[in-house]
């Protein structure tokens, strides 16, 4: 079943996307319409009450030059002039009883207005009204205006032209706005559709890859946008998986051999013993060799425990004032004997007196596997340094440098792996977990180990560590 017809169109995002476009797009046009439409209207209202003025002005004029019958007469030709249907003309008393008026067979419906009188009276000059005529849906603008003291001229005209203009106006923008928002929902729902469409590329490869295949990649696009950098970013986590089910396998391959081997041996002895040793000497020998190597197996299982729980922090560190000059110097003391018996010179460099918080323990295993790799991997006639600095007063820097067979570039990363042994070195002793928790203790203090290397010359561990570590600093992995 396709992704697109697991989530149902209502529910896809592509279509909440368009449908968010379209309403915003369609809410905006009307505010714009309606606030375009408020100004034209108010505009040709303006030029109506401006035109109404207008005649009120010019009958006011004709009434002071000619008389009152000029204007009546003035009024009923004006009225032809411009249209019976068009404008009006009515003269009042101040009682609003009409005394002359144009031709009023077309707006017999209009009355007079006692309101508008009465403002009249209590001394506006003029009083503007818009009425609409109920039969003919028709809208006609009304100025009541004191032409003199006694007289009242109503005058009306009719809007329908104006009127006529916003209905063709609202009609096209309905139109318009009807194949515009059809366009818009079309080009919105194109566009969300180009945006998820990476979306759904992430989530096909990542139900591949629950399907079993962690090989699949999502394809990156050169756009740079969002999508693209979830994309990137989803296949390197894909690549640090992979990266990590590797070592996963590499290291329980490892371990699978380095238990296998003892078991073998273990029984290996027990079997010849049992079909040919008769002596107790030989029962007791098995026995001795047995315990040897269930040592050597428990030793392996316990330093992988220690390594988790560093790694973790399942364990707390204790916090003690550790003497690191007279522990580097009582290292040195005890690999003394070894490094004799193998002819190799260990010298120690201590000239500061450093004190550190942690965990003595801890940081005496962390010294003995680095001393231990030091003397093993230097032939006879070569030299292991250890030496002890300060740096920036708020780290001490330990240093143990041989003169060794060195690791080979290729192994020089790997090496802190749990484990991971370099092929030059498979003829010594050793389960390949000694560096892994020299630097999960190193870590689990707030410092770090790394090592510089050149082959057949010799290796340099160096760790560094802060002179007092936060009692809640994270277990780094
Ligand atoms: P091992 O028990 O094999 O010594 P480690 O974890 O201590 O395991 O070291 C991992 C590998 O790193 C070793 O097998 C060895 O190949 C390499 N190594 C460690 N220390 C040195 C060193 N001082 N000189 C050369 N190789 C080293």
Redo the contacts with the bound molecule.
């Keep these: 079943m396709s992704l697109r017809k697991r989530i149902s169109l209502r529910n896809s995002l592509a279509f909440r996307l368009t449908l968010w476009y379209a309403g915003i797009f369609t809410l905006s046009s009307c505010i714009a319409f309606f606030l375009f439409y408020m100004l034209i209207s108010s505009w040709m209202r303006d030029q109506t009450d401006q035109e109404l003025s207008g005649q009120v002005n010019r009958f006011s004029a004709l009434l002071d030059a000619e008389g009152v019958e000029a204007v009546k007469n003035g009024a009923v030709i004006e009225a032809q002039a411009a249209g019976v249907k068009k404008v009006f003309f009515r003269l009042l008393s101040l009682n609003g009883q009409a005394f002359s008026s144009s031709n009023m067979s077309y707006w017999k419906d209009i009355n007079v207005s006692g309101a508008a009188i009465k403002k009249l009276l209590r001394g506006r000059n003029s009083v503007y009204e818009t009425i609409t005529i109920p039969d003919r849906k028709e809208e006609v603008r009304i100025l009541y205006a004191l032409l003199s003291p006694s007289i009242i001229l109503q005058v009306g005209q009719a809007m329908e032209s104006y009127s006529r203009f916003l209905d063709a106006f609202k009609g096209i923008f309905i139109a318009t706005m009807t194949l515009l928002i059809i366009i818009a929902a079309g080009v919105g729902w194109f566009m969300a559709r180009r945006a998820v469409s990476g979306v759904e590329a992430v989530t096909r490869t990542a139900q591949k890859i629950s399907g079993g295949t962690l090989k699949e990649r999502v394809p990156v696009k050169t756009q740079g946008d969002e999508i693209d950098q979830l994309a990137t970013t989803f296949n390197q986590m894909l690549d640090r998986i992979q990266t990590l089910l590797i070592e996963i396998k590499e290291m329980s391959d490892n371990m699978a051999h380095d238990l296998r081997s003892p078991i073998t041996r273990i029984r290996g002895t027990a079997e010849v013993t049992l079909t040919t040793g008769k002596s107790l000497s030989e029962y007791e020998g098995m026995a001795a060799s047995t315990i040897e190597e269930c040592d050597r197996l428990l030793d392996m299982i316990n330093t992988m425990l220690m390594i988790s729980k560093t790694e973790s922090g399942v364990d707390k560190l204790s916090r003690e004032e550790i003497d690191l000059t007279g522990l580097v110097r009582d290292a040195c003391v005890l690999f003394q004997p070894p490094a004799e018996d193998k002819g190799v010179t260990l010298s120690c460099d201590v000239p500061v007196r450093s004190h550190l918080i942690g965990d003595t323990r801890m940081i005496q295993r962390m010294l003995s596997?680095l001393l231990d790799?030091?003397i093993?991997?230097t032939p006879s006639g070569g030299t292991v340094s250890v030496s002890l600095s300060e740096n920036d007063e708020k780290d001490v820097v330990i240093t143990v440098k041989?003169t060794?067979?060195?690791?080979s570039p290729s192994d020089l990363p790997r090496?802190f792996e749990r484990f991971?042994?370099?092929d030059q070195?498979r003829s010594q002793a050793?389960?390949?977990?000694?560096?892994?928790l020299a630097r999960a203790i190193a870590r689990a203090h707030g410092g770090e180990i790394t090592a510089t290397s050149t082959p057949n010359q010799g290796?340099t561990f160096t760790a560094t560590l802060p002179k007092s570590f936060p009692s809640d600093a994270e277990p780094s992995a």
């Excluded at 060794?404 to 690791?407: A, M, P, V, Y």
């Excluded at 050793?430 to 892994?436: A, R």
């Design positions: 596997n790799n030091a093993k991997y041989d060794g067979i060195g690791i090496i991971y042994r370099c070195s050793g389960i390949g977990l000694g560096l892994s290796s």
